[in-house]
């Protein structure tokens, strides 16, 4: 018998707040969908979860080890990881498309990565990014 028994109605199932973004996934199979339109659905669903998105939470945050980590994930070991910290990463389909960017998201969580400093760190980190770019003379910033 596994030692790893979850009750599924303690976790937060993630699928709950992506309902849209699997639909975008959907129709991407059969049509293009614009890829910034399924990047602002994430955001919003990480939004909606976390209260952050992935560009609120610099990469440098993260040791070599959990980059490791992240990086060696499978659907299998971050249904288990997810599970573990309290989120579902399934839907009525199977595993959610976005799954990795979830599993970062709730690494950052756990690690208490997740700021209004580190946001603004973040924010700062963009902006300069953006600014070195040739012809950029400003950034906007909706804040």
């Not at 699997?22 to 669903?45: K, Y």
């Not at 971050?78 to 309290?86: K, L, T």
């Not at 709730?106 to 600014?131: Q, S």
């Amino acid at each position: 018998m596994s030692s790893i028994a979850f009750d599924p109605l303690a976790l937060t199932r993630i699928a709950d707040f992506a309902r849209t973004l699997s639909r975008l996934h959907r129709t991407a199979r059969r049509r293009p969908v614009d890829d910034d339109q399924i990047d602002r659905e994430f955001n919003a669903v990480c939004l909606s979860i976390w209260g952050y998105t992935t560009d609120d939470i610099s990469d440098d945050l993260f040791s070599a080890t959990e980059h490791t980590f992240l990086d060696g994930l499978d659907e299998a070991r971050a249904r288990i990881f997810a599970a573990e910290q309290g989120y579902d990463l399934v839907d009525d389909d199977g595993m959610l498309t976005d799954w990795w960017g979830f599993c970062w998201m709730i690494l950052a969580e756990k690690r208490g990565l997740l700021t209004p400093e580190n946001r603004a760190a973040a924010r700062v980190a963009i902006e300069e990014k953006y600014l070195t770019a040739p012809n950029v003379i400003g950034v906007i910033v909706g804040r």
